[in-house]
């Protein structure tokens, strides 16, 4: 099998149990859970077959919602993300991601921490704007979306300097 296969399994794997484990569990300040496993859109290699990368994320959504609980939400999310994601990635890196040898060790701290924070930022969006579903509730959805926002890329900006290659 592949390396870049294993690792993607290892990866998939590792966030569902840390999710579904740890961080399904805290509650901070009442409301604040935030969610990891949207740095794996992050950590999704780039050529990859868009197809397989779509239905990879449906299933790491839809598992998290099987333990979460949550009707669906996380796998509508993350279907999001993964559709928006070469949108994302053209709007923060540019013409240059198009190109067969790009890397993001060619790229700034900067443009992959914006690169993860929209991310985020679609992910939550989408996620509770449906757990809401209510447009007389607008502060409420834009207060998680910003407070469980901020956590979660701390954590994943944590989590990606912590765990990815050296060479990144």
């Given at each position: 099998?592949?390396?870049?296969?294993?690792?993607?399994?290892f990866?998939?794997?590792?966030?569902?149990?840390?999710?579904?484990?740890?961080?399904?569990?805290?509650?901070?300040?009442?409301?604040?859970?935030?969610?990891?496993?949207?740095?794996?859109?992050?950590?999704?290699?780039?050529?990859?077959?868009?197809?397989?990368?779509?239905?990879?994320?449906?299933?790491?959504?839809?598992?998290?919602?099987?333990?979460?609980?949550?009707?669906?939400?996380?796998a509508?999310?993350?279907?999001?993300?993964?559709?928006?994601?070469?949108?994302?990635?053209?709007?923060?890196?540019?013409?240059?991601?198009?190109?067969?040898?790009?890397?993001?060790?060619?790229?700034?701290?900067?443009?992959?921490?914006?690169f993860?924070?929209?991310?985020?930022?679609?992910?939550?969006?989408?996620?509770?704007?449906?757990?809401?579903?209510?447009?007389?509730?607008?502060?409420?959805?834009?207060?998680?979306?910003?407070?469980?926002?901020?956590?979660?890329?701390?954590?994943?900006?944590?989590?990606?300097?912590?765990?990815?290659?050296?060479?990144?």
């Open positions: 099998m592949n390396s870049t296969i294993v690792l993607n399994i990866r998939f794997v590792l966030l569902v149990l840390v999710q579904v484990l740890i961080f399904n569990t805290l509650n901070f300040m009442g409301f604040i859970n935030p969610m990891v496993y949207v740095v794996f859109f992050y950590w999704y290699p780039l050529k990859s077959n868009r197809a397989l990368f779509m239905l990879v994320s449906f299933l790491l959504g839809f598992i998290i919602d099987i333990f979460s609980d949550t009707l669906a939400l996380n509508i999310a993350s279907l999001t993300v993964a559709y928006a994601r070469p949108v994302v990635m053209r709007f923060c890196f540019g013409v240059n991601y198009e190109f067969q040898n790009f890397s993001f060790k060619n790229t700034t701290k900067i443009q992959r921490v914006t993860l924070a929209l991310l985020i930022l679609i992910h939550h969006l989408i996620f509770f704007s449906l757990e809401i579903l209510s447009i007389a509730h607008f502060l409420l959805i834009l207060k998680k979306v910003f407070a469980t926002g901020v956590v979660t890329l701390i954590l994943c900006t944590l989590f990606s300097s912590l765990f990815s290659p050296k060479s990144e």
